[in-house]
């Protein structure tokens, strides 16, 4: 699969590979009601990485399946929705509207938004709130559902385990990781203090709390992708897969197949590839070409032998 | 659409700062449009994302770049040399629209020559080019493209009228003939004074636009500019743009 947000709305990328060539699409994420986003600049460069703050620009559900949901069932293509609130009935109100069809497979619900309820502590934060929703949402979509958990937390696997016992069907690891960038050519003409937004002699202004849109500070505060976060990841994913009996999806980082292959043994059953497209739009394909080399070469016949070969 | 493996066959230092390079590629592009671009994988472990680049011209197979060094990715690319082996997606994003019955007025501002280029190749017959830089070392962005003295400023009076283009084209408005139609490309700044002036005789205009960009695909909606769209205002350069109608886009 794609991560989320990582190809566009699908048909983006037909004009290099179709999109039969996933094993499922995972949509944007997608909101009841369209929204904006955030207003550019939007994404950062990184060593290796990058941070991007896009804010969740979607043309909401109703757009979606009037004119981009076609295109799957044409493709004979699964799909997976990823979806989000900023308050608990979006989410729920969200998750309902969707009809089931044979072409979703599942629901991914972002639980890495800012609540603005509950002061913009993002909800993934803290097991009772993931519990509650994913309660809620489980009870009103036949849909299986699958959580997609941010790193920003001190256990994830307390985090995953609420989420199953609350009904979810599978857990994604990891979402991005909250960062900031500052461009020191700012400070050109000034100096640090004044780079925090305060007079000198002032103390320097506090970061902004979680859920801010945009911070006071002069530079960038946006969710950290690619191959700096894999290690991360496939930590969570080891800790997680032990701990739960659902699914876990492995993403953050992944480049080639032989980073899946690390994915499927700390215990991935599915992986996302995601900011790896960004560099290389083919990097979909071409660890799928990679996997099946992979496969030959070690007379395998099914991945699902690597799953979880690294717990001794 | 492929990513083509290309070649540098040049990467030289036009005057302080702008470069011209010229890529080899290993297979043909489709059909350019001006105004497109090019995501270009700079050859350097150290940078992550690609860069966009105008494609200033293209080729029996070959296409060109100009651009100004900003940064660590156009300074990684200068210092590439020669026969360094490069990746290249495009042709990509939405061109120039050039209408029938208008009078095709270019207006490049400094690096922003290297967006209009491939246009003024095709309307050069019947249009006009206004090019407007800091000093007359960066009329060595021209390369063939020809001016009369009255179409050329620089900021510092170096050469030509002495100001920024926006200027040199309010003196000129009378010389665009009938029904001007405008095509720009250069700093942000630039766009703004051009709406200011164009808008009393809502002389129709597209710009092309740059945007720090991460895909150039619109897979990840980075790249985007604010329209006037109420419904999405938020359009992406690489997909809707990087060419938009200027009475479309909110500056």
Not at chain 2, 157 to 177: K, M, P, T, W
Not at chain 2, 202 to 210: A, F, K
């Amino acid at each position: 699969m794609n991560g989320s947000g990582t190809l566009g709305y699908g048909r983006e990328i037909e004009s290099l590979w179709s999109v039969d060539t996933l094993g499922a699409y995972v949509t944007k994420g997608l909101s009841l009601k369209p929204h904006h986003g955030n207003p550019p600049p939007r994404v950062w460069e990184e060593r290796q990485g990058m941070l991007n703050s896009i804010g969740l620009q979607n043309v909401g559900l109703e757009r979606f399946f009037a004119e981009y949901f076609p295109l799957f069932k044409e493709r004979n293509t699964p799909i997976v929705i990823n979806f989000f609130g900023f308050v608990d009935e979006e989410y729920i109100e969200c998750a309902a509207s969707i009809r089931p069809d044979p072409f979703i497979v599942a629901l991914e619900i972002n639980l890495s938004c800012p609540n603005v309820t509950k002061g913009g502590i993002c909800m993934g934060k803290e097991a009772q709130s993931v519990f509650s929703i994913i309660e809620r949402v489980k009870r009103r979509t036949p849909i299986p559902l699958v959580a997609k958990l941010t790193p920003e937390v001190a256990d994830i696997v307390e985090i995953a385990q609420a989420a199953v016992s609350a009904g979810a069907d599978g857990i994604t690891l990891i979402n991005t990781m909250p960062g900031i960038a500052i461009d020191f050519r700012t400070l050109s003409g000034g100096n640090l203090s004044s780079a925090h937004g305060a007079r000198e002699g002032e103390a320097p202004a506090a970061l902004p709390r979680e859920g801010a849109t945009r911070a006071p500070l002069i530079g960038f505060r946006g969710g950290l992708s690619g191959p700096p976060l894999k290690p991360i990841a496939l930590k969570a994913v080891a800790d997680v897969s032990r701990a739960v009996r659902v699914p876990v999806i492995g993403a953050g980082g992944i480049t080639d197949h032989e980073d899946v292959i690390q994915f499927l043994m700390a215990g991935a059953q599915a992986v996302q590839v995601g900011t790896a497209t960004f560099i290389d739009p083919f990097a979909i394909p071409k660890i799928l070409a990679g996997l099946g080399a992979y496969m030959d070469e070690h007379g395998l016949s099914r991945l699902e032998s690597l799953v979880g070969a690294a717990h001794a | 659409m492929h990513d083509i493996e290309g070649v540098i066959r040049e990467n030289l230092p036009l005057c302080q700062s702008f470069y011209r390079c010229k890529i080899e590629l290993a297979r043909p592009m489709d059909k350019v449009i001006p105004g497109q671009f090019i995501m270009l994988k700079v050859p350097s472990a150290e940078i992550f994302f690609r860069r966009p680049f105008s494609i200033y011209d293209y080729g029996k197979r070959t296409v060109t770049i100009l651009y100004k060094t900003v940064g660590k990715g156009t300074r990684a690319l200068a210092s590439a040399p020669r026969k360094e082996r490069v990746m290249v997606l495009g042709p990509l994003g939405h061109g120039f629209e050039v209408h029938r019955g208008y009078t095709p007025v270019l207006v490049a501002g400094g690096i922003g020559i290297a967006g209009l280029r491939l246009l003024w190749k095709q309307v050069k017959k019947k249009g006009c080019f206004f090019y407007g830089c800091s000093t007359d070392d960066e009329f060595a962005l021209l390369g063939k493209i020809t001016l009369q003295q009255p179409r050329v400023c620089t900021l510092d009076g170096s050469a030509g009228f002495c100001g920024n283009v926006i200027q040199l084209l309010e003196q000129s408005l009378h010389l665009l003939g009938e029904r001007p139609y405008v095509y720009a490309c250069g700093p942000q700044p630039m766009f703004a004074s051009l709406k200011g002036l164009l808008a009393e005789k809502r002389i129709p205009c597209q710009v092309l636009v740059e945007e720090r960009m991460a895909c150039g695909l619109g897979l990840c909606f980075g790249c985007v500019r604010k329209t006037l769209d109420d419904r999405e205002p938020y359009k992406r350069a690489c997909v809707e743009g990087p060419v938009f109608d200027l009475w479309q886009i909110s500056l």
